[in-house]
T-cell receptor
Framework: AQSVTQLDSHVSVSEGTPVLLRCNYS??????LFWYVQHPNKGLQLLLK??????LVKGINGFEAEFKKSETSFHLTKPSAHMSDAAEYFC????????????FGAGTRLTVKP | NAGVTQTPKFQVLKTGQSMTLQCAQD?????MSWYRQDPGMGLRLIHY???????DQGEVPNGYNVSRSTTEDFPLRLLSAAPSQTSVYFC?????????????FGNGTRLTVT
């Protein structure tokens, strides 16, 4: 069973317009949720995480995400895209209370047009 | 502050050859892990370790071997390379084994098996 689904494999926006990257998850356990970003030929870098505190989570570089339990979603947003935001983004969910069972989404490639 | 260091960055092997991918972290992290990244599949866990002398299998362990003799190092061995092992490999570490602990990634090793 799919534990985490990123609904778009590719998103293209113009510089200065909003960004929305969508992630749905399934878990019988109260999950921890993360967004990571991967720039070309680099490792993944943590953008933000949710761990059962505030449902709206602010991350680095102006990104934020909202945990909606009723919709089992954890969408990533940014009000205004920059060229430097072009990268691959991964939604990650811990489906059990153990670190070795984190499930990665397939990734969303964000393109930013000038 | 080096973080997680992986070597080599690129490697080409012939079918049947063996090799070791190196991973070292200088953050005194308890947890270390190896993932492989394949197009459209996100990252999948190969092996992990919760401390020196302790290792266990992840989702896709076949064909790989690990050991952890020190806190800092966690090498991944390919016993007899196969074309199906062509992938990008990432080492990641975390300060604890709690599921809400973020992962710190190396920059990856791109392996091609011909």
């Amino acid at each position: 069973a799919q534990s985490v689904t990123q609904l778009d494999s590719h998103v293209s926006v113009s510089e200065g317009t909003p960004v929305l990257l969508r992630c749905n998850y399934s878990s019988s356990y109260s999950p921890s949720l993360f967004w990571y970003v991967q720039h070309p030929n680099k490792g993944l870098q943590l953008l933000l995480k949710y761990t059962s505190a505030a449902t709206l989570v602010k991350g680095i570089n102006g990104f934020e995400a909202e945990f909606k339990k009723s919709e089992t979603s954890f969408h990533l947003t940014k009000p205004s895209a920059h060229m430097s935001d072009a990268a691959e983004y991964f939604c990650v969910v811990s489906v059990k209370p153990v670190i070795n069972d984190m499930r990665f989404g397939a990734g969303t490639r964000l393109t930013v047009k000038p | 502050n080096a973080g997680v260091t992986q070597t080599p960055k690129f490697q080409v092997l012939k079918t049947g050859q063996s090799m070791t991918l190196q991973c070292a972290q200088d953050m005194n992290h308890e947890y270390m892990s190896w993932y492989r990244q394949d197009p459209g599949m996100g990252l999948r866990l190969i092996h992990y370790s919760v401390g020196a002398g302790i290792t266990d299998q992840g989702e896709v362990p076949n064909g790989y071997n690990v050991s952890r003799s020190t806190t800092e190092d966690f090498p991944l061995r390919l016993l007899s390379a196969a074309p199906s092992q062509t992938s990008v490999y990432f080492c990641a570490s975390s300060y604890s084994t709690s599921p809400d602990s973020p992962l710190h990634f190396g920059n990856g090793t791109r392996l091609t098996v011909t």
